[in-house]
């Protein structure tokens, strides 16, 4: 049973739109959420992450929106741009455990020019 | 700049080879990890290691075992090798709580088995 569903599986949006990515998690003793950036050929790298004691999380054109009670949370990427075309991944985990993460299954997104 | 280190980038090897996938970090992390990443699928925990010569089973570990002799590198085995573990394999690496925030990933070994 998945514990983090990611939505949608790919994306396609203009230069300059807000690409959207959704989240969402079963288990609430999770406490930390980060998304990770994959480009082609690339191993995952950190983009942004946020605790569920914020709603809202900015870096520059990505945003975290956060919804404890839903048990959501969402990347906008604003002002998307041909060179954030790649895959993103949600993930969550929870003290202890060592901090294994557990992961959505991915979103492809691309931008055209 | 810290990194994570796969020793190849690109591999194919015969079913039946027995296949040792190298992973090294230089950041001290305590927790290491080795992932498998297929279309669709995700990623996939094959084990993770949390200290020297401690090691778990992730999701799918049936057909690899694993070793950490020293706190810097973890290895992956595929003890005979089979056409559907032909993937692209990532090793990650982590500190512990409190210091945790995140995972470093390394360029990924894309492996065919023929």
């Known amino acids: 049973q998945q514990q983090v569903k990611q939505s949608p599986q790919s994306l396609i949006v203009q230069k300059g739109g807000i690409s959207i990515i959704n989240c969402a998690y079963e288990n609430t003793a999770f406490d930390y959420f980060p998304w990770y950036q994959q480009f082609p050929g690339k191993g995952p790298a950190l983009l942004i992450a946020?605790?569920?004691d914020v709603s809202e999380k900015k870096e520059g054109r990505f945003t975290i929106s956060f919804n404890k009670s839903a048990k959501q949370f969402s990347l906008h990427i604003m002002d998307s741009q041909p060179g954030d075309s790649a895959t993103y991944f949600c993930?969550?985990?929870?003290?202890?455990?060592?901090?294994?993460?557990?992961w959505g299954l991915g979103t492809s997104l691309g931008v055209n020019p | 700049d810290v990194k994570v280190t796969q020793s190849s980038r690109y591999l194919v090897k015969r079913t039946g080879e027995k296949v040792f996938l190298e992973c090294v970090q230089d950041m001290d992390h305590e927790n290491m990890f080795w992932y498998r990443q297929d279309p669709g699928l995700g990623l996939r925990l094959i084990y993770f290691?949390?200290?020297?010569?401690?090691?778990e089973k992730g999701d799918i570990p049936e057909g690899y075992s694993v070793s950490r002799e020293k706190k810097e590198r973890f290895s992956l085995i595929l003890e005979s090798a089979s056409t559907n573990q032909t993937s692209m394999y990532l090793c990650a690496s982590s500190l512990r709580q409190p210091n945790f925030y995140g995972y470093t990933f390394g360029s990924g070994t894309r492996l065919t088995v023929v």
């Open positions: 290691s949390y200290d020297v010569k401690m090691k």
């Open positions: 946020i605790r569920p």
């Open positions: 993930a969550a985990t929870r003290a202890g455990n060592n901090r294994k993460l557990i």
